[in-house]
């Protein structure tokens, strides 16, 4: 004779996969628009700064690829008060080259989307087809492996991601 027990350890399973899978889908909902959140921001402010810098509407709505003018006023009017920062680059506190031996100092503190924090030395490499990249000289991880190194897991060997963009970009203009 089947045990009723067994039948009630399937209900109780599917109830507990139901639950988490729910529980599951509503953070990754909540991240995603957190994500997204930011990523429209930046692309207002990026289009803030191209307007601030003297470029068309028109070319500004074709970089966007778009015809729509409203998305244009209403991004401009989102960042109405915003001035883009002249003379010393805000990064500059973050990421320091030495010229000779083209070696980055990377110092992060809640830094980024991520709010990564870690201090470590890369040497960077321009390849010929225009690739950057980043190679640490700083272990990953301590000497007992019980502190990981998150500026080396940023962007040691790295080819995209937020943290890889941002160190290429900044080291792009001064070697």
Known sequence: MPSPAKLDAVTKAKGAYALAKSTLEARLREQLREELRRLSSQMDIA???AY???HRKSDILRALGTKDFYTLKHS???TQGVVEEQGVDPLDSVYSLDGL???LLVRYHN???MQITGDAVFD???LDDGTTWFMSQTP???DDYTVRNEAVAALDGKQDGYYYE???GWVSGRL
């Open 124 to 126: 960077v490499k321009k």
């Open 140 to 142: 990953m991880w301590s």
């Open 166 to 168: 941002e160190a290429k």
């Open 101 to 103: 031996t083209r070696s």
């Open 47 to 49: 289009i803030r700064y």
């Open 52 to 54: 601030d810098d003297g």
């Open 111 to 113: 830094h980024g989307p």
């Open 76 to 78: 401009l009017e989102r």
